[in-house]
């Protein structure tokens, strides 16, 4: 198997441009960030160079680079959206997780259909619309059809306040067959994060089926051959050498652009947080400056993924993170299965945001970003490649500010109390104000008006 993986990642190519790069010039570290302008994306040599790069005047400009490119690219726009726990139990004994088997304590949880169901109330209640399914690894308890199942009831929730119109999927890695099963249940973006790329590593920190390196890192290529085609990264930060890791990341993405002709449409950069039972301290731990600093490279490596931020992180963090990268953003996320509107016991993790969604929302007002709730890619058929070809030559702004003035503004409407109304609106109006195509300007000015009169759910 290890030749087959080998051109995923290859840890002595890794080691050899790490080693190469370890004291990169300064006219070496101004040429990657010049050519990074040019939003084609970095190699991985290049990725290596901006890795091992020092000093306050190229940290300076990393962080310019990162927010231009964000800027261009994503625009003022942040992505909202929640995770929900559906069952914690798991076969699985990874060292981080609180839901690891070896947790005998853990009161285990998988909700009901119904359950389920007040859930997504609670969650459309919140003012959300997309939500990120979680679930242990459990076959006899969360089998596929149980998944396919949860699915079908959430996408069946309608409620005064709206309903979810996105649903993305966190599950373990799985069969061809049932990822095929997940793309005819409407799935939105299929999540798998390899957690550590080091071999090694990821050997010593896992125990049953998640224990098969190999089975997670080709999780992707099954998934594209079921017919997802937006399939999101990530890696756990915190459980090796961050360097190696976004080496090896960057690497797993170009991977998935030549051997499937589609990137991955996201990454996310979970980092390790503290859990009730879990005894593992992280022995690379990531310190905040050089999580700033990975997700600037992130933005630049791979301009045209999607980047994703927990409630992992503080709110102080997140402020600066969406500056520089960061397109997607969860809020007022609860890790226990079932707990959102009630205390329940078995946490996954602690968050460290606690704001509230209108809290998160007011912030990102404040600091002139237009919150968005746009779903409309995948409903629309701009997937995979489809997307790519739209959003490499910059066309997706034409659709994304529309739909984000839309959706904030159903937001507004539904949920802001007054204050956060008017100048929810004033970020609104001034960002219509920048739509350059008059005849689109016409038309997100009509869906405004109709969204105030009460209609829901329009879009590009
Ligand atoms: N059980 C599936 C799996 O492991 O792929 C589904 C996802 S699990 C609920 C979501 C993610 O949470 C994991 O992939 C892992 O990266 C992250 N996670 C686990 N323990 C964590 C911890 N202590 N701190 C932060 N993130 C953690
Ligand atoms: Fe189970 Fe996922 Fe937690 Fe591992 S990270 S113990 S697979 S829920």
């Known amino acids: 198997m290890e030749n087959d993986t080998i051109e995923i990642v290859n840890e002595s190519k890794i080691s050899g441009i790490l080693e190469r790069t370890k004291d990169p010039s300064f006219e070496e570290v101004k040429r990657v960030l010049k050519k990074a302008r040019e939003k084609k994306g970095l190699s991985v040599e290049e990725v290596g160079v901006l890795v091992n790069m020092k000093g306050e005047e190229n940290m300076k400009e990393l962080f310019r680079v990162a927010s231009l490119i964000k800027n261009e690219i994503y625009g003022e726009r942040l992505v909202f959206f929640a995770p929900l726990y559906v069952s914690d139990y798991c076969v699985n004994d990874c060292a981080y997780c609180n839901f690891h088997s070896s947790n005998k304590t853990a009161h285990r949880t998988r909700l009901s259909l119904e359950e389920v169901k007040k859930q997504v109330e609670v969650l459309i209640n919140m003012g959300h619309k997309r939500v990120l399914l979680e679930f242990g690894e459990d076959p006899k308890q969360a089998d596929i059809d149980y998944v396919i199942d949860v699915i079908k009831a959430i996408y069946s929730v309608k409620t005064q306040k709206g309903n979810i119109r996105r649903i993305n999927v966190n599950i373990a890695a799985t069969t061809v067959e049932n990822y095929r099963k997940l793309q005819a249940a409407h799935i939105g973006t299929y999540q798998l994060f390899q957690e550590t790329y080091h071999r090694g590593t990821y050997k010593k920190l896992h125990k049953g089926p998640k224990a098969d390196y190999d089975r997670q890192i080709t999780a992707q290529d099954r998934a594209l051959e079921a017919g997802i085609d937006d399939r999101g990264l990530g890696v756990l930060f915190g459980l090796y050498d961050w360097k190696f890791e976004i080496i090896a990341l960057i690497s797993h993405a170009e991977y998935l652009e030549k051997s499937g002709g589609v990137g991955p449409h996201t990454i996310s950069v979970p980092r390790l947080c503290e859990a009730p039972t879990v005894k593992y301290t992280p022995e690379y731990p990531v310190s905040d400056d050089d999580f700033m600093k990975l997700v600037a490279i992130i933005r630049l490596a791979v301009p045209y993924t999607g980047m994703i931020i927990s409630t992992r992180e503080s709110a102080e963090l997140r402020n600066k993170l969406f500056k520089i990268g960061i397109s997607q953003t969860s809020a007022a996320s609860v890790t226990t299965t079932g707990g959102y509107g009630k205390k329940t016991a078995t946490a996954q993790f602690e968050t460290h945001d606690k704001r509230s969604v209108e809290e998160v929302i007011s912030d990102a007002v404040d600091n002139n970003i237009l ?76 869906h405004l008006e109709q969204v105030k009169k009460g209609k829901r759910d329009l879009f590009f």
């Open 371 to 446: 919150p968005s709730f746009c779903t409309a890619c995948y409903r629309m058929g701009r997937t995979g490649e489809n997307f790519m070809g739209i959003a490499k030559p910059g066309e997706i702004h034409d659709f994304c500010r529309p739909n984000g003035i839309i959706t904030f503004a159903e937001y507004l409407e539904d949920f802001a109390p007054l204050e956060l109304k008017e100048k929810g609106y004033r970020v609104i109006y001034h960002f219509l104000g920048l739509i350059d195509d008059e005849r689109l300007k016409k038309k997100t000015s009509e």
